[in-house]
């Protein structure tokens, strides 16, 4: 859930570390702090609890200037946000480290470590590393070899960063299910969580593997892997631009991704629908052979991409896939029986969530005829882990809450159905008709955000609201959870999400006037018990807010409906979806929460 970044240079690093921190924020925002090498050869380290702009304003009381450093920004795991946790951990003046991940035998480390001497002032996992080190460098003076003797006793997941005041040439990183990455100057080198914090100064990246460790120094890089072989790890050249930071005309990083998606949702149709056929060649050479013996699809997901997987279920189950979807972390717990011909298929924006990479590692001895996700990042773990990647091509999401990653992924998942429903029988006309439907969304999905001010004063019914329900059926109840996981994770509005059948059967006794419903009305074969199931809500004196088709006839009292136009049955819960962001955004910045980094959360979940 951190964010690492490090440099050697023979120019002052400071500036390239916070800038990095400062675009790597979205994975944590407790506190922050870096350690660079003075040209005296100290170390120096400025830590600060909060956001890494605390950092930057006591870097310009106290500048520091160095060639070679460390910084981190955190997401709190090991420890309550305060200085003392804050990352760089150091043991004395050997060595400073930055870490991101959890180790999970640091309690009977910690307890090894006190019968030499060393004390400990941190709560953190990652301060025993740092003595673990410290001790081994008193007996292995090469830095390169003690990191490597002191990660073959680190039980847990890892990324991480040392530097040495008696070692000016060289930083040593390791990684174990934690992202990691490698960035290729001129006379400098880099690395960092995220290709992203490093777009500024290069865009030649290099990708450890599980178990590597490498050294960094100006002159180039030295990679081993996980017996100490050294070993070659390909160049690669990113596409991203430095640019894609930029909020542009928008107050937040969230809205400004709410209103890229007509866009995004274009580039991920891109090339692989065209003249009425989806052109099945662009999953890759690979896909085709799997497809034909897919008999059944399990997908595995956490957050918004697991809203995405339920959706996806309905739509895989219409052309006759049977469909399963977990949660990743509850995967990984459980005895799974697989069914002769199951596909097994991640979803993640940023491809380094652990709890869904650990899952896709253990498919890989449970019988599954293959391994495919749809992710964000074509150089993540989980695209380079799959056998096929399907890349959802919507660009850095900064906003810790999802949006134009999600409907992206929807439509990736809609392009992967319609593949499954060729081989079960769907006609040339069937297809045409869905591809011109998925041709229209992005236009749909601008109408719908020309509603953005009608939103905005739908919003206000709700800045004095502590509670939320959301309520959807079919394929639209995965649009209920969505719309709720939003409203919560920004506005800090407890609301939860029922399938509306179920009203009667709990939920409903939480109605009452104070309580606002929050419901999406798609014309389709379930709205006549919907708005029976909204009946209920009026009798109980609940308060609602409708987002409905133009076709839909609504008579009930006291309601307030925003009317979306031209929406396509097979793509209606993307479009759907759009609304109850921008019902999110709206409330949260009345409530004057931080939008784009909420507190408690961080974009991508490295950890368990």
Same mark, same amino acid.
């Given at each position: 859930?951190?964010?690492?970044? *490090?440099?050697?240079?023979?120019?002052?690093?400071?500036?390239?570390?916070?800038?990095?921190?400062?675009?790597?924020?979205?994975?944590?925002?407790?506190?922050?702090?870096?350690?660079?090498?003075?040209?005296?050869?100290?170390?120096?380290?400025?830590?600060?609890?909060?956001?890494?702009?605390?950092?930057?304003?006591?870097?310009?009381?106290?500048?520091?200037?160095?060639?070679?450093?460390?910084?981190?920004?955190?997401?709190?795991?090991?420890?309550?946000?305060? +200085?003392?946790?804050?990352?760089?951990?150091?043991?004395?003046?050997?060595?400073?480290?930055?870490?991101?991940?959890?180790?999970?035998?640091?309690?009977?480390?910690?307890?090894?470590?006190?019968?030499?001497? #060393?004390?400990?002032?941190?709560?953190?996992?990652?301060?025993?590393?740092?003595?673990?080190?410290?001790?081994?460098?008193?007996?292995?003076?090469?830095?390169?070899?003690?990191?490597?003797?002191?990660?073959?006793?680190?039980?847990?997941?890892?990324?991480?960063?040392?530097?040495?005041?008696?070692?000016?040439?060289?930083?040593?990183?390791?990684?174990?299910?934690?992202?990691?990455?490698?960035?290729? *100057?001129?006379?400098?080198?880099?690395?960092?969580?995220?290709?992203?914090?490093?777009?500024?100064?290069?865009?030649?990246?290099?990708?450890?593997?599980?178990?590597?460790?490498?050294?960094?120094?100006?002159?180039?890089?030295?990679?081993?892997?996980?017996?100490?072989?050294?070993?070659?790890?390909?160049?690669?050249?990113?596409?991203?631009?430095?640019?894609?930071?930029?909020? *542009?005309?928008?107050r937040h990083y969230m809205l400004k991704e709410i209103f890229e998606q007509p866009a995004v949702i274009s580039e991920t149709l891109e090339g692989r629908i065209h003249k009425g056929r989806l052109l099945e060649e662009s999953f890759g050479h690979e896909a085709k052979a799997l497809f034909d013996r897919t008999q059944g699809v399990h997908i595995i997901a956490c957050g918004t991409s697991y809203h995405a997987g339920l959706v996806a279920r309905y739509w895989l189950e219409e052309v006759g896939v049977p469909c399963m979807v977990e949660v990743a972390s509850e995967y990984r717990y459980r005895k799974v029986v697989v069914p002769p011909g199951t596909l097994f298929l991640s979803i993640s924006q940023s491809g380094e969530t652990a709890d869904t990479l650990a899952a896709l590692r253990e498919s890989r001895r449970l019988g599954y005829i293959g391994a495919m996700t749809i992710c964000n990042v074509p150089e993540s773990s989980l695209t380079r882990e799959s056998d096929v990647a399907l890349m959802t091509r919507a660009g850095p999401e900064i906003g810790v809450a999802s949006t134009k990653a999600f409907t992206t992924?929807?439509?990736?998942?809609?392009?992967?159905?319609?593949?499954?429903?060729?081989?079960?029988?769907?006609?040339?006309?069937?297809?045409?008709?869905?591809?011109?439907?998925?041709?229209?969304?992005?236009?749909?999905? +601008?109408?719908?955000?020309?509603?953005?001010?009608?939103?905005?004063?739908?919003?206000?019914?709700?800045?004095?609201?502590?509670?939320?329900?959301?309520?959807?059926?079919?394929?639209? #109840?995965?649009?209920?959870?969505?719309?709720?996981?939003?409203?919560?994770?920004?506005?800090?509005?407890?609301?939860?999400?029922?399938?509306?059948? +179920?009203?009667?059967?709990?939920?409903?006794?939480?109605?009452?006037?104070?309580?606002?419903?929050?419901?999406?009305?798609?014309?389709?074969?379930?709205?006549?018990?919907?708005?029976?199931?909204?009946?209920?809500?009026?009798?109980?004196?609940?308060?609602?807010?409708?987002?409905?088709?133009?076709?839909?006839?609504?008579?009930?009292?006291?309601?307030?409906?925003?009317?979306?136009?031209?929406?396509?049955?097979?793509?209606?819960?993307?479009? #759907?979806?759009?609304?109850?962001?921008?019902?999110?955004?709206?409330?949260?910045?009345?409530?004057?929460?931080?939008?784009?980094?909420?507190?408690?959360?961080?974009?991508?979940?490295?950890?368990?």
């Amino acid at each position: 859930m951190c964010g690492i970044v *490090g440099a050697i240079a023979q120019r002052n690093v400071v500036p390239i570390l916070m800038e990095g921190l400062q675009r790597l924020e979205y994975r944590g925002y407790d506190s922050a702090g870096l350690a660079v090498r003075l040209s005296d050869g100290r170390l120096e380290r400025i830590r600060a609890v909060g956001k890494v702009a605390r950092l930057r304003e006591l870097l310009e009381e106290s500048p520091i200037v160095g060639p070679l450093g460390i910084a981190h920004t955190r997401w709190a795991t090991h420890g309550m946000p305060a +200085e003392r946790n804050a990352h760089p951990h150091m043991s004395g003046e050997k060595v400073a480290i930055v870490h991101n991940g959890i180790i999970e035998n640091h309690a009977e480390l910690r307890e090894e470590l006190k019968t030499h001497g #060393y004390r400990f002032t941190s709560d953190t996992d990652t301060e025993v590393i740092a003595h673990l080190l410290a001790h081994i460098l008193e007996t292995e003076k090469d830095l390169l070899r003690a990191v490597q003797r002191a990660v073959k006793r680190l039980v847990g997941a890892y990324a991480l960063a040392v530097v040495s005041p008696t070692d000016p040439e060289r930083m040593v990183v390791a990684r174990v299910g934690s992202p990691l990455v490698i960035g290729l *100057g001129l006379g400098e080198n880099f690395i960092a969580s995220d290709v992203f914090a490093l777009l500024p100064v290069t865009q030649r990246f290099i990708f450890l593997e599980e178990g590597d460790v490498a050294e960094i120094s100006r002159a180039g890089v030295r990679v081993y892997d996980a017996v100490g072989r050294a070993v070659e790890r390909p160049e690669r050249i990113s596409q991203l631009s430095a640019a894609t930071a930029d909020k *542009g005309p928008y107050r937040h990083y969230m809205l400004k991704e709410i209103f890229e998606q007509p866009a995004v949702i274009s580039e991920t149709l891109e090339g692989r629908i065209h003249k009425g056929r989806l052109l099945e060649e662009s999953f890759g050479h690979e896909a085709k052979a799997l497809f034909d013996r897919t008999q059944g699809v399990h997908i595995i997901a956490c957050g918004t991409s697991y809203h995405a997987g339920l959706v996806a279920r309905y739509w895989l189950e219409e052309v006759g896939v049977p469909c399963m979807v977990e949660v990743a972390s509850e995967y990984r717990y459980r005895k799974v029986v697989v069914p002769p011909g199951t596909l097994f298929l991640s979803i993640s924006q940023s491809g380094e969530t652990a709890d869904t990479l650990a899952a896709l590692r253990e498919s890989r001895r449970l019988g599954y005829i293959g391994a495919m996700t749809i992710c964000n990042v074509p150089e993540s773990s989980l695209t380079r882990e799959s056998d096929v990647a399907l890349m959802t091509r919507a660009g850095p999401e900064i906003g810790v809450a999802s949006t134009k990653a999600f409907t992206t992924q929807l439509t990736a998942l809609r392009l992967l159905t319609l593949a499954l429903a060729r081989r079960r029988g769907m006609t040339r006309e069937q297809e045409a008709a869905l591809v011109n439907e998925l041709h229209a969304l992005p236009r749909q999905v +601008e109408v719908v955000l020309e509603l953005n001010d009608a939103i905005r004063a739908m919003a206000e019914a709700f800045a004095d609201r502590k509670d939320a329900l959301f309520l959807g059926r079919g394929c639209f #109840y995965p649009i209920a959870l969505e719309g709720a996981l939003k409203m919560k994770e920004i506005s800090y509005i407890h609301a939860e999400a029922y399938p509306a059948g +179920e009203l009667k059967h709990g939920p409903l006794a939480l109605v009452d006037a104070e309580m606002p419903v929050i419901c999406a009305l798609p014309k389709d074969a379930l709205l006549e018990k919907l708005l029976s199931n909204l009946q209920e809500v009026r009798a109980r004196g609940g308060e609602l807010f409708l987002f409905s088709d133009k076709e839909v006839k609504i008579e009930l009292d006291r309601y307030q409906n925003l009317t979306l136009s031209d929406i396509y049955p097979s793509t209606a819960p993307i479009t #759907y979806s759009v609304p109850l962001q921008l019902l999110a955004y709206h409330v949260a910045v009345l409530k004057g929460t931080d939008v784009d980094q909420p507190r408690n959360l961080a974009k991508s979940v490295t950890v368990e």
